[in-house]
């Protein structure tokens, strides 16, 4: 297993996390079992916006012994008081979902507490007005809510939020339908999607990251917007390379689904290569780099992606970018205008433009 630090919070959360959509599928004896597994395997990051109410009583049996060694997601607008997920901003009606979930989890504390699926701008005004939002910072403030946290789908309002509330960790749809205006939840250009990630990183703001597979669109070339298969590795990849995200949230109902997934940390460098995206991405996307390294291996030993994502952010405001720049072993400024990498990028970027571009803005 992979972590990486939560810089606001310093929680070390796992690269690999676990989304709980599908574990309801499966028998108590086998949810349980294959939470337990997830857990032992180095998991430690669970979202618990789930489909079934049966979900909370599973993790109650299955990790309360070690509730101090996991961190959970808990969403306040979440209501199973039908026994199957509702969304609700009424206070009473949070109020109440809240209580039972803690109840079932056998816990009396949340890791992250999220507002919760606030994809209008509507949604979060009602939301202040009906004072869930209240509610949940007063938990906050008494410590039964360590931390804050918002999902939802809408940059423009994810912008808005951000504006008005703590928010330490996102939870946010990524992937590359989405990120080319492809699917049900493709909210937003790609600039703003962008946009987006950028202010996590540079406001250390986790993301945490929901529907990695578009719902298993992207998994099947029939479904497939782009109207070709990609591997579940190459959409781990691609959404763990995005600026600010933390941890990646598929789901899984059984003990083998969770092997397959944890096999991300063997496979190679070319089984999780998303570079094939290029060929299939919007307009709007060439020559743009996107970090995905295919222009590997540069002559002289500079991490391009790395130094296009620490350019983009500092130049996006992210104060720590230079340092990481700094920190790197080549500069763009190493750059011998071979062309190996613009012969290889698959968004036909201009790399050897953009290391020029990029040393002259670091030299200042």
């Not at 996991?70 to 199973?80: K, S």
């Not at 939020?161 to 996102?170: G, K, Q, R, S, Y």
């Not at 749809?173 to 250009?189: F, R």
């Not at 995200?245 to 969770?258: D, I, N, R, Y």
Request: charged share 25%; with cysteine.
């Amino acid at each position: 297993m992979e972590y990486r630090v939560d810089k606001r919070t310093g929680n070390k959360i796992s690269v690999l996390g676990f989304g709980t959509s599908y574990i309801a599928e499966a028998s108590e004896k086998n949810a349980v079992e294959t939470l337990r597994f997830a857990y032992e395997s180095g998991v430690n990051y669970f979202d618990l916006a789930t489909a079934d109410g049966r979900t909370f009583s599973y993790f109650g049996k299955a990790l309360s012994d070690v509730r101090k060694n996991v961190m959970y997601q808990l969403h306040f607008g979440a209501d199973y008081s039908a026994g199957t997920y509702g969304w609700s901003t009424d206070r009473e009606t949070v109020k109440r979902s809240i209580a039972w979930q803690l109840e079932n989890l056998k816990t009396d504390y949340i890791d992250y507490g999220f507002i919760h699926c606030i994809d209008e701008v509507s949604d979060w005004e009602h939301y202040q007005k009906n004072g869930v939002f209240d509610d949940l910072m007063k938990l906050h403030e008494q410590g039964v809510v360590r931390h804050i946290g918002l999902s939802s789908h809408t940059p423009a309002t994810i912008q808005k939020v951000l504006n008005d509330a703590p928010v330490d960790m996102l939870m946010f749809s990524v992937n590359p339908g989405y990120d080319y205006q492809k699917g049900e939840y493709a909210k937003g250009s790609v600039d703003e999607r962008m946009a987006i990630y950028h202010r996590c990183e540079a406001e250390n703001i986790g993301i945490s990251v929901m529907k990695p597979f578009s719902g298993g669109q992207l998994l099947d070339a029939s479904l497939s917007p782009f109207g070709k298969a990609l591997t579940t590795y190459q959409c781990m990849k691609y959404a763990l390379d995005r600026p600010g995200v933390l941890t990646v949230l598929p789901g899984a109902s059984s003990v083998k689904q969770v092997e397959e997934l944890l096999g991300f940390f063997e496979a190679s460098e070319e089984e999780k290569d998303y570079s094939v995206i290029g060929s299939f991405s919007p307009a709007q996307a060439v020559g743009k780099c996107v970090y995905c390294n295919h222009c590997k291996p540069c002559p002289v030993g500079i991490d391009i992606g790395l130094v296009n994502k620490y350019y983009d952010l500092a130049v996006n405001g992210d104060a720590m970018a230079a340092e990481h720049y700094k920190g790197l072993e080549r500069y763009a400024s190493d750059c011998i205008g071979c062309g190996h990498c613009n012969r290889r990028c698959p968004f036909s970027v201009d790399q050897m433009a953009r290391m020029r571009e990029i040393a002259d803005y670091f030299k200042r």
